[in-house]
């Protein structure tokens, strides 16, 4: 039984073991992803239990031990989700990058998820600033720009993973999908920069200059057109479910608010200039009225 | 009696490094509950224990899911990394 399974799955094991691993490097991250996951479990559990009792709530509500907690875990989470989503690993996402492991590949992204609102709620709880708050009074789009910024870089480093293990050494893809791969690269990295500067900008001033913000809105709405179309299409390298498909397509949704808002933005004050001169323009005729009435 | 003392040292040290360790929690306790008491006092008909004692968090919820969250992301990186250990064991033995 053991012999027919080895028999028929041999080159399966090969390449699983050839990827899966990449010897002492891959086990390493594996290692460490379970241990972190152990570490967050132990302390969440932990935190959990001394919410139920009075006395020892007192010891990790709103203290500095919830703050810390909350940093570390938090810290933790980068590392399980940028171990897990890496092919190179084998564990949540195989060679190509698709999703092997459903629930360690979106559980693990929830659990990210959940620890930055566990942060931002304690920063807003204890410290009484209120970051996403921030983030929408600060200035108009500042969000969509900052959620741009974080999904490039994504799209970026899962492009240049998948570049790293396909279009370098031994098993070297097509030119065309090493080329799309490429494009990837390129895509998250200007996206990024131009996210960056915005958003920088933003954060300095209060606000940007929009025909630059509307610029830059354009050019990475009909970028991340292209990118859809090449990334995530059956010959891409994003054709998988995976980082750089859920990505592409998250920035391309957000690069497409940007352009709407920018647009919504334009039009309203256009409207406001139009009234406006529509207010000056009456005075004039009511003067005339009130002469001719004077008149008569 | 002092035979008994002198025998019996590191239990007595450990045993006043302890109720020291408990008393300086008491007080700390107490500190904190005293500090966070609202300083109207409630009526007699409408005690709110909640509101007396605001011990438990808003982001309880939260630790929560993250719990489920980290439960099922450590179940399955270790049955994926025990699984992968076993299939080499298998690979290896099937080459030896």
Request: glycine share 12%; no cysteine.
């Given at each position: 039984m053991i012999y027919f399974f080895c028999f028929k799955s041999d080159d399966v094991l090969q390449s699983r073991l050839n990827r899966g691993t990449e010897g002492a490097r891959g086990d390493t991250n594996q290692t460490w992803a379970v241990t972190c996951s152990v570490i967050t479990f132990i302390l969440t559990l932990t935190v959990v239990v001394m919410h139920f009792s009075p006395i020892s709530s007192v010891f990790i509500v709103g203290t500095k031990i919830e703050g810390a907690l909350c940093v570390f875990l938090f810290a933790l989470w980068v590392s399980i989700v940028t171990i897990v989503s890496?092919?190179?690993?084998?564990?949540?996402?195989?060679d190509q990058g698709t999703v092997e492991n459903a629930n360690l590949y979106y559980f693990s992204w929830a659990g990210f998820v959940c620890s930055v609102t566990l942060s931002v709620s304690y920063l807003k709880a204890v410290f009484e600033i209120d970051i996403p708050g921030e983030i929408r009074t600060r200035s108009a789009r500042l969000n969509l720009w900052s959620g741009l910024l974080a999904t490039s870089i994504v799209v970026s480093g899962s492009s240049g993973n998948i570049f790293s293990s396909f279009c370098r050494g031994d098993f070297v893809e097509s030119a065309a999908y090493c080329h799309r791969t490429s494009f990837g690269i390129a895509l998250g990295i200007i996206t990024a920069i131009m996210a960056l500067y915005v958003v920088g900008v933003k954060i300095m001033t209060t606000r940007a200059p929009f025909m630059v913000e509307a610029a830059f809105s354009l050019l990475c709405f009909v970028l991340y057109i292209f990118g859809v179309g090449f990334i995530?299409?059956?010959?891409?390298?994003?054709?998988?479910?995976g980082n750089l498909y859920y990505f592409t397509w998250l920035s391309f949704f957000l690069s497409f608010g940007l352009i709407a808002s920018c647009y919504e933005d334009y039009q309203n004050a256009k409207n406001v200039t139009a009234q406006q001169n529509a207010d000056s323009i009456e005075p004039a005729h009511d003067i005339q009225i009130e002469g001719l009435d004077a008149q008569m | 009696m002092i035979y008994i003392i002198r025998n019996n040292e590191n239990v007595f040290i450990c045993i006043y490094i302890i109720t020291g360790i408990l008393q300086s929690s008491k007080e700390a306790i107490e500190h904190k509950v005293n500090t966070r008491k609202p300083k109207r006092t409630p009526s007699k008909n409408n005690i709110n224990m909640s509101e007396e004692?605001?011990?438990?968090?808003?982001r309880l919820t939260q630790w929560v899911a993250f719990l489920i969250f980290s439960t099922i992301t450590m179940g399955a990186a270790s049955e994926l990394v025990s699984n992968s250990a076993g299939n080499k064991m298998v690979f290896l033995d099937y080459h030896d």
């Open positions: 890496d092919s190179r690993n084998g564990l949540a996402v195989d995530t299409s059956s010959f891409g390298p994003g054709s998988p479910l | 004692f605001p011990m438990r968090s808003p």
